[in-house]
């Protein structure tokens, strides 16, 4: 009876730790919303290279949303049982979480990169090469070789350099962000948002860290943005209100579509210092009428998939584009049923593909433990 009971106690601890928490809806409606803007303003930039052209020229910091976010969802998910849980099981959840979608999005990337109708740069890589290239992009070790691909640090799947500073994220946190109090967390915070108003002034704006040139300002973004995230969530700085969805979605789209102008390093600068960390707040205290309970879960359900397999459309779009150069109604057109028919693939691959991978995974840890 003995060995009976410590089994049953072990199956309940093993049974919590793996529990999925209840999510924040408004949060989930808003990371979809957040992922919307990066698809067309990755189609947008190839059209407007000069930003304070593009109505949604500020799209690029949509990934700074999605870093507070993060700081506030894995503190929320994990910091009342990691201890309990360990490091390789927090590793193995994050990667259940994140990995399939990183291993299809290379694939895809590498597809598209292989059969674009509208180049011929494939012809220039050997076969080596590619597989060197592919790798690394599964392995999310940067690797920026592709000239033509303007050095991304990931040429099959450029999204995926924001993953690669949300995988030091969580290896952070793991070790040493989830062990510190609020006090010295708030001191890494202020040291990383003076790193990021230097990162602003220097480059006039916030977009680096996807390629080899700025590598490192993707360490900024994501340092303060994800323990501005984590403090939120500490602090319990959770405002209540009845803004709903609509309106949040309307607050966070304006940081998008905001305009240029002379002190534009300052404006972005304040939008991810304070702008982004009050919309969490207010989006994690708002209220959510039933009628949008479903949108919003399903916006939050469809960003993941649609962030890591859109862009092997905009490499494809690009080079038409370059080649094509399509008058103004046809680029309308092919933006906005481009938009929808990417939103239809993320959501055949949440439903065919990462759903299913995920579910597996989690049954088998569960078994094993």
């Not at 999605?66 to 503190?75: E, T």
């Not at 991304?152 to 952070?172: G, Q, T």
């Not at 405002?239 to 969805?245: D, E, R, T, V, W």
Request: charged content about 15%.
């Amino acid at each position: 009876m003995e060995m009976i009971s410590l089994d049953v106690a072990k199956t309940k601890q093993h049974s919590g730790i793996l529990k999925t928490k209840r999510h924040f809806e408004i949060l989930d409606g808003l990371r979809g919303i957040a992922a919307l803007a990066v698809v067309v303003f990755h189609f947008m930039e190839w059209i407007y290279s000069d930003y304070s052209k593009n109505f949604i020229g500020h799209g690029f910091l949509a990934v700074d949303f999605f870093f507070c976010l993060s700081g506030f969802v894995i503190g929320y998910a994990y910091d009342d049982r990691i201890g309990k849980m360990g490091v390789v099981e927090f590793f193995k959840s994050r990667m259940i979480r994140l990995q399939p979608l990183v291993l299809l999005g290379s694939v895809i990337g590498l597809l598209g990169f292989l059969f674009d109708p509208f180049a011929s740069h494939s012809i220039l890589y050997g076969t080596g090469k590619l597989i060197l290239v592919f790798l690394c992009s599964v392995l999310m070790i940067p690797f920026p070789v592709m000239e033509e691909r303007f050095f991304n640090l990931f040429s099959f799947n450029a999204p995926a350099w924001s993953l690669f500073w949300e995988y030091v994220a969580n290896i952070f946190y793991a070790f040493i962000l989830y062990k510190i109090g609020r006090r010295s967390l708030a001191v890494f915070a202020i040291i990383a948002a003076v790193a990021l108003c230097f990162v602003s002034y220097r480059s006039g704006n916030l977009m680096g860290g996807w390629g080899k040139d700025s590598f490192w300002d993707g360490s900024i973004r994501i340092a303060y943005s994800f323990l501005a995230g984590l403090f939120i969530y500490r602090s319990n700085w959770i405002i209540k209100n009845k803004l709903g969805f609509i309106s949040l979605a309307i607050l966070l789209s304006l940081a998008f579509i905001m305009p240029y102008f002379k002190w534009n390093w300052m404006a972005e600068a304040l939008v991810v210092l304070l702008y982004f960390p009050l919309l969490v707040s207010l989006g994690a205290g708002a209220s959510l009428t039933q009628g949008l309970k479903r949108l919003c879960q399903f916006s939050g359900k469809i960003s993941y998939p649609l962030y890591m397999t859109h862009y092997v459309a905009i490499w494809i779009f690009g080079n038409y584009y370059t080649s094509h150069k399509p008058g103004t109604t046809e680029l309308v057109l092919i933006i906005i049923i481009g938009t929808i028919l990417l939103v239809g693939l993320a959501y055949l691959v949440m439903v065919i593909y990462d759903t299913p991978i995920r579910k597996y995974l989690n049954n088998k840890r569960q078994q094993r433990l």
